[in-house]
């Protein structure tokens, strides 16, 4: 079992323990009140990620997202550096941002931070007006082709809320998905941030956005938009 | 040492606003524009202004009824319009847009109604199918009321303004309309471009006679002038403050050719409209307002466009061709004919330049 997983599942059952007495005594909204509160986040351990896209393709199953869109992604480049060329990875998804610039633009209020710090998109209310696609520095969000609605990385809230893991954690070959709760000082992504706090970056600090998806042994080069030799992938386009 | 970065897997994301967004800011600038256009001769009585400002009334009236049905357009969700007034966000630019122009649309339309009120009743004298609708919106001339009513739709045309401009400029994510200056710069293309529209419609669609092109002319000449001088202010602050919003927008444009054409395409129209209306006033209303019609559009195209067009965090720009369906050429085309068929039919119902002088006797009161 891998600590991600040890660590996230020992959070959960400190919420869901003695539940179903308190429940049956009719005291829910006491429990609720009582309820530990989580702050999901995600450490992404960049060297351990081997750019196979796994996380991508679970994803994409778990979450029935359309063509041409992605909730994660796993941008790849070649870097050139006098006689040696190497190969950076950097797997991509919305920060869940503790300042997130989409929440407020929001005009009718359907995109919120939930109580476990994730952000995310009530798709019932949602116009469609793609005012939070524009909003968000990370192209994290897109307008789902088929729910015509916004759409974007939920950090799987539905398997988290039944004591599973993101897809794309579960998935991760190398482990370099680790997710977790930050209010619990004991896991592995809180002793991450903080044991690690040098080697610890976020994408677009300068954004002032308060990321949730942290970085380990991310290089500065493409931590913002990367001035690299481009090579867009339109996945429609290539259809014959 | 040098570095070569390759971007070797990157994806491409859709552009979130469709060509509709930008009919919908081109028309509702025009609107906004071509209402100014109307109070020194209508709400407030000033006899030269008198024809420009008839043929803008219908320019801000066509454009301002078609420009929502573009706005409406652009949601991917249209049926819960709704929403916004159920669950507004305070915190939303957009969520106030969806109270202001409501409020300037109704605001406009009754300010037309009552300057119009007296053209109904002279039309309505003389019979024809139309002259029941005609006899309903009769009535007497109203100067104070219609001044009071043109403040009152200035407030809300106003708010419209500040809340496009703004609601644009907030988006701290793209830096080409995240600068101070892009709500000023929708305001001039805005009012050069409705200046070029009245200049149109007064000639094709009321029939005026080339006269009009000279108060036209001078008034789109200090709009262009103005369009000019904020262009020109936004490259100076691109390049005197390397680290301000300009220069940031600059660099990530810089290697866009696509871009720079629009924005020499944009310049050269601008100026060339300022040249003609300087140098050749009387006879040339329809070229400079085409000129100047197709620089606010282009303006407009440039930003929303080519800001969408640029990733936030990939290397290069996106390819976004063109599509031909409702979502891109097909509703530039039919927001251009339903326009045309606002135009028709508002030209049909009231009677702009006919009857409008039959009835001066009741208008006199309004004459500076």
Redesign the interface.
């Known amino acids: 079992m891998t600590a991600s997983r040890r660590d996230f599942l020992r959070s959960l059952g400190r919420v869901t323990a003695g539940a179903p007495v308190a429940l049956a005594a009719g005291v829910a909204p006491a429990l609720a009140e009582a309820a530990p509160v989580h702050h999901w986040a995600m450490v992404v351990d960049v060297a351990k990620c081997i750019?196979c896209q796994a996380c991508t393709v679970a994803c994409i199953h778990e979450n029935r997202v359309p063509e041409?869109?992605?909730r994660t992604?796993?941008?790849?480049?070649?870097?050139?550096?006098?006689d040696r060329i190497s190969?950076?990875v950097l797997p991509?998804l919305c920060n869940h941002c503790d300042a997130p610039?989409c929440?407020?633009?929001?005009?009718?209020?359907?995109t919120f931070k939930a109580a476990g710090g994730e952000v995310l998109v009530d798709a019932d209310?949602?116009?469609?007006?793609?005012?939070c696609?524009?909003?968000?520095?990370?192209?994290a969000r897109?307008?789902n082709?088929e729910t015509?609605?916004a759409d974007k990385c939920t950090f799987c809230a539905h398997r988290v809320a039944a004591g599973l893991l993101p897809a794309c954690v579960e998935t991760c070959v190398g482990g370099a998905r680790i997710f977790g709760d930050l209010a619990d000082p004991k896991s592995t992504v809180s002793k991450l941030v903080t044991e690690r706090a040098k080697d610890v970056r976020v994408?677009?600090p300068e954004?002032g956005t308060k990321p949730n998806v942290f970085y380990l042994g991310l290089d500065e080069?493409f931590a913002?938009?990367?001035?690299?030799?481009?090579?867009?992938?339109?996945?429609a386009a290539e259809r014959v | 040492m040098s570095t070569e970065i390759t971007e070797l897997l990157y994806v491409t994301r859709e552009p979130a606003w469709a060509p509709w967004a930008v009919q919908y800011f081109f028309l509702i600038g025009l609107s906004f524009g071509s209402f100014l256009l109307t109070l020194p001769g209508i709400a407030f009585g000033r006899e030269t202004w008198r024809p420009l400002g008839r043929a803008a009334l219908l320019g801000a009236l066509a454009c301002g009824l078609v420009a929502p049905v573009a706005l409406l357009s652009d949601l991917n969700q249209p049926g819960r319009f709704l929403n916004f007034y159920l669950h507004p966000a305070g915190s939303s630019w957009m969520a106030w847009g969806a109270f202001f122009i409501p409020a300037y649309v109704g605001a406009l339309i009754l300010y037309a109604l009552v300057a119009l009120a007296p053209d109904f009743a002279a039309a309505a004298m003389s019979g024809g199918p139309l002259a029941p609708v005609r006899r309903l919106l009769s009535g007497p001339a109203r100067p104070r009321l219609l001044a009071v009513l043109g403040l009152v739709t200035l407030t809300a045309a106003f708010t419209v303004a500040l809340y496009t401009g703004v609601e644009v400029m907030v988006v701290r994510a793209r830096p080409l309309w995240n600068t101070a200056l892009l709500p000023w710069q929708f305001v001039a293309t805005a009012l050069a471009g409705s200046i070029g529209l009245a200049l149109l419609l007064a000639r094709f669609a009321l029939g005026l006679g080339p006269e009009i092109d000279a108060l036209g002319n001078r008034l789109l000449a200090l709009a262009a002038l103005v369009v000019v001088a904020l262009g020109a202010a936004w490259f100076a602050l691109a390049f005197l403050q390397p680290t301000g919003p300009e220069a940031r927008a600059l660099a990530q444009v810089g290697g866009s050719s696509r871009w720079f054409t629009s924005a020499a395409w944009l310049g050269g129209a601008t100026v060339a409209a300022l040249v003609v209306a300087v140098v050749r006033p009387v006879g040339t209303g329809w070229l400079t307002g085409l000129l100047a019609l197709n620089a606010a559009w282009l303006f407009r195209w440039t930003i929303f466009v080519g800001g969408q067009d640029m990733p936030k965090t990939g290397a290069g720009l996106y390819a976004h061709p063109l599509a031909l369906g409702p979502e891109g050429f097909l509703g530039i085309v039919g927001t251009a004919g339903l326009f045309l068929a606002v135009v028709v039919i508002l030209t049909t119902l009231v009677p702009w330049s006919g009857s409008a002088e039959v009835a001066r006797p009741s208008t006199s009161l309004v004459g500076a």
């Open positions: 750019g041409n869109a992605f992604f796993v941008t790849t480049w070649e870097v050139a550096e006098a190969t950076a991509r610039p929440v407020p633009v929001c005009p009718v209020g359907a209310r949602c116009v469609g007006c793609g005012y696609v524009q909003a968000c520095p990370y192209d897109f307008i082709a015509r609605t994408l677009k954004e080069r913002s938009r990367v001035d690299a030799v481009p090579t867009l992938w339109h996945p």
